[in-house]
Every structure is written in structure tokens, then in C-alpha cells.
């Protein structure tokens, strides 16, 4: 029992120090690679809610965006105009990845891109389609591999979905959950009854012990 | 007597997942991350551990004392006296 005590006092004290040390890998926004992002995020009216660069604005016309403490703004129901670069070098038979906290959302290849940018207008909502709108705060990565994996871009940031998030599904279903978990909680506890052993003046199988 | 608990892990475990999906959520929505991008599945495990915890706490209510052990009445000393006092 003691050295579960201790086990668990370790465990807890550790912890939160190995979560710290990993999550401050994610604070920062990044762009490696030589590779260069510009965007602009619109509402669904086409009004302008945010611009921004990665890596540095030395290496483009934006302010830097998407620290933790300065994330880069994004209308579920808008769009995003974007220009990304891949410096010097065509990424021939390159495959890339995106993903949200973690979770895969897209993917892609091409195997014979003629130039070094590409440039767009995407809606958000049509990227992850849900029902409603989504609000928050998310972590955005990706990963562009070119040829033969020979050449790397890694893209790193924060991205704020605007938006009330009151009555958006997500925010219905973690009301919801909320709920059903509290009421479970009620009815989790244990309860201790006091029962009557019914089989109270048991004896040994074999018969009693002879007395004297 | 013999005392036994009842206890209702199923019930503990459901309801901590719901509680972490909706700490989950809640942190992507208010923009809780104060451990990076692993907050939301720190808040889940939150969630997870607080209904599995509630397993092991015993209800507050209708708690009962251990019933006193029921002694046979001893047979009392007045038992039969009425025929000895008589003349």
C-alpha cells in the first residue's frame, strides 16, 4: 500500500512537468523548410478579419500570426485567401498532411507541380464540413514532403475560429455532456447496505469437529 | 451482519467520459490551453478521472449505522411467580 502512496505521489508530481515540457514545444507558430505562408481570412460577408505570414514578416508583407497568444483569425463560414511558397525548390512527387490538434484532417499529393507556389480562396466550412458553425481556439500543423522526401516544410500555428459559440454544435453537445456526466456523478457513488449472512452457523464441510 | 458496498463502475465510467468529451470541448471553445494543444486531452483525462474517482466515494446519503445485534429477550424473573404467591 505504501509504495502505491508513493508511486502515485511520483506520478502526480511528474506529471504535469513532462505535460509542460511537451506542451511548450507547441506554443510557438513556426515555418521550416524555406517554405513561406500569406493569408487573409474573410467572414461570410467578405469582410477581412485577419492577415498574417509565416515565417517572419522580414520574409513576407504580414505581421506574424499564429502564437498561441496571437492566433490567426478564421470565420467557419468564411474563407481564406492564401499564397504558400516553397522557396527555391519545386517539391516534385510531394504528398502533405494537415493537421488539428493532433487529429488528421487533410491530406494530399501531387506528383508533378510545375511551379514553386500555389495560391487559392478556400471556405473553411467545406475543409470540415459539420452541421452549424464551429468556435475556438485550435492547432493547426502541417507537412509538405517533396521529392523523394529529400525536402521538408513544416507549418505550425494557432488558429481562431471567431464566433459566439452559444447554440454551435459543439457547444451544445459539451452542454449536454456536461449534464449527463453531473447527473452520473449523482448516482456513482457507492452505497453500503448491512445484510444478515444467510448461511450463519456454517460448519466444515466434513462435519463438525467432535467436542472433548 | 456483513457489510457490503455496492459499487457502480459502469456508471463512473460513462459518466466521465461525458465529462471529458464536454471539458474537451469546452477548452477548444473558450480557448482554454494553458498546456498547449494537449489541453483538450488533459481536460478528457480530467473528465475520465473524476468519474472514475467518484467510484470509489460512498454516497452521503442513506447511510446506515451497523444494526445493533438482536439479543433474545432473557427470560424475565417474574416468569411463573403468580402460582408461587398464591395461598
Known amino acids: 500500500m505504501r509504495r502505491l502512496i508513493v508511486a502515485s505521489g511520483v506520478t502526480a508530481l511528474l506529471a504535469p512537468l513532462t505535460l509542460f515540457t511537451l506542451a511548450t514545444t507547441a506554443m510557438a507558430q513556426e515555418m521550416t523548410g524555406g517554405c513561406l505562408l500569406e493569408a487573409r481570412s474573410f467572414d461570410a460577408q467578405g469582410q477581412q478579419i485577419d492577415q498574417g505570414s509565416l515565417p517572419s514578416p522580414a520574409q513576407g ?53 510545375l511551379d514553386v507556389d500555389e495560391s487559392g480562396t478556400v471556405s473553411v466550412g467545406s475543409a470540415i464540413e459539420v452541421p452549424g458553425t464551429i468556435v475556438g481556439l485550435v492547432h493547426v500543423t502541417g507537412d509538405l514532403y517533396g521529392n523523394n522526401d529529400a525536402n521538408h516544410c513544416h507549418a505550425d500555428a494557432w488558429v481562431y475560429l471567431v464566433g459566439d459559440p452559444v447554440g454551435s454544435i459543439p457547444w451544445d453537445v459539451a452542454v449536454g455532456a456536461l449534464a449527463l456526466g453531473l447527473v452520473g456523478l449523482i448516482v456513482t457513488p457507492y452505497s453500503t447496505n448491512w445484510e444478515t449472512d444467510p448461511n450463519a452457523g456454517e460448519e466444515l464441510h466434513s462435519g463438525p469437529l467432535p467436542l472433548g | 451482519m456483513r457489510k457490503v458496498k455496492r459499487r457502480h463502475p ?75 404467591s398464591g395461598a
Do not use: E
Open chain 2, 10 to 84: 459502469f456508471r463512473g465510467i460513462i459518466s466521465g467520459l461525458l465529462l471529458g468529451v464536454s471539458f474537451f470541448l469546452f477548452s477548444i471553445i473558450y480557448g482554454i490551453v494553458f498546456l498547449g494543444d494537449l489541453t483538450p486531452w488533459v481536460m478528457f483525462g480530467l473528465g475520465l478521472l473524476i468519474g472514475i474517482a467518484f467510484i470509489f466515494v460512498p454516497a452521503p446519503w442513506g447511510r446506515k449505522p451497523p444494526p445493533q445485534p438482536t439479543v433474545p429477550p432473557a427470560p424475565s424473573a417474574s416468569t411463573g411467580g403468580a402460582g408461587a
Open chain 1, 61 to 113: 508583407p504580414f505581421a506574424p500570426k499564429g502564437a498561441q497568444d496571437n492566433p490567426f483569425g478564421v470565420d467557419y463560414k468564411g474563407s481564406v485567401d492564401f499564397l504558400f511558397r516553397t522557396g527555391t525548390v519545386v517539391f516534385q512527387n510531394n504528398h502533405w498532411a494537415i493537421q488539428v490538434n493532433g487529429v488528421p484532417v487533410l491530406s494530399g499529393a501531387d506528383d508533378n507541380p
